[in-house]
């Protein structure tokens, strides 16, 4: 069912920003900098020889000029690329709960905006149905993350399909350094296996796979339902009234997710499963900590 519409959007903005800075400066900041840490080594500056320094440091030249023994100091290089990469196909308006998967999206890609710029990143959004919809370039600061939010609320995408390849091409086309790429979708839709795998091979990429409970579970237990496919409008009867039909709807919803699972993990990555109504923080903080610790 779609999601009532009871309160602006400047209201809506506002209240993601509340949640999403609370949880990022309570909880997941640290975290997020533990394993995104950036592109390397930068030099910093020198300073005098110490017992116990690492010879291969010594900066020779600086060190003849001043007939002291002098070593370089290097820091971590923290800026990172973060790209925000939003599903907002017909699908996505879906809600079951008091929120639509579309709105689970645009507050856990706050969160993940609000991370990013606590760290010094840069952080860009796209936004896709059957094709790109929005692209907004990475950038820091605050006013940039409050765009960045305003468009996942309010922006009204032209297209009702989902074409997940289309938005994974692009993005390797427009991505020309190693980027952190969080792909928030329900993942319903097919056919973007090769992209994802390209994709990988080139970028940090982190599937966040956003669902309804109704999407894995019918939790109407008797009737004769007609279903509508949001994105074809193709219309489907469901009889609920027998109990095989049930078990048989949640089978196909388990396969579904089997293969989806075997994908993203054929490639090397971990996906992080946000259902709607759920505390989704906890997933976002184990998911860190298991990175961590294999890093």
């Keep these: 069912m779609p999601e009532v519409q009871d309160k602006s ?24 900098h533990a394993v995104f840490k ?14 116990g320094d690492d010879i291969r440091t010594i900066d020779w030249n600086v060190s003849a000029r001043t007939g002291g023994i002098f070593v370089k100091q290097y820091v971590e290089e923290r800026e990172l690329t973060v790209l925000l ?34 760290n010094n990143d840069r952080v860009g959004l796209i936004l896709y149905t059957d094709r790109i919809e929005r692209y907004i370039p990475p950038k820091k600061g ?31 086309r427009i991505a020309r350094k190693r980027a952190v790429v969080f792909v928030l979708s329900d993942f319903l839709g097919d056919g ?26 019918w939790p109407i237990p008797k009737g004769i339902w007609l ?19 049930l078990v048989q709807y949640s089978q196909r919803a388990a396969v579904a997710d089997r293969k989806l699972e075997h994908l993203i993990r054929k490639f090397g990555m971990e996906p992080i499963t946000a259902a ?3 505390d989704y923080l906890t997933s976002l903080v184990a998911y860190f900590r298991r990175r961590a610790a294999r890093q």
């Design 9 to 32: 959007i400047s209201q809506e903005v506002r209240e993601i920003e509340i949640i999403a800075r609370r949880l990022v400066s309570s909880t997941l900041a640290g975290q997020y």
């Design 38 to 51: 950036g592109r390397g080594m930068s030099f910093d500056s020198v300073r005098e020889y110490q017992p």
């Design 85 to 118: 990469v939003v599903d907002l196909s017909e699908s996505q308006k879906f809600g079951s709960q008091k929120k639509s998967k579309r709105k689970w999206a645009a507050e856990i890609a706050a969160v993940l905006a609000f991370s990013a710029i606590s």
């Design 142 to 172: 605050r006013g940039h993350v409050m765009r960045i939010v305003q468009e996942l609320l309010r922006f009204e995408p032209q297209g009702h399909g989902t074409r997940t390849d289309v938005a994974l091409d692009y993005v390797s």
């Design 192 to 217: 973007y296996d090769r992209s994802l795998g390209v994709l990988s091979g080139r970028h940090d990429v982190v599937p966040i796979v956003t669902y309804d409970v109704v999407d894995k579970k």
């Design 227 to 245: 279903l509508e496919d949001a994105e074809t409008a193709h219309v489907a009867k469901l009889d609920a009234n027998h109990f095989e039909t």
């Design 276 to 278: 709607v109504g759920a």
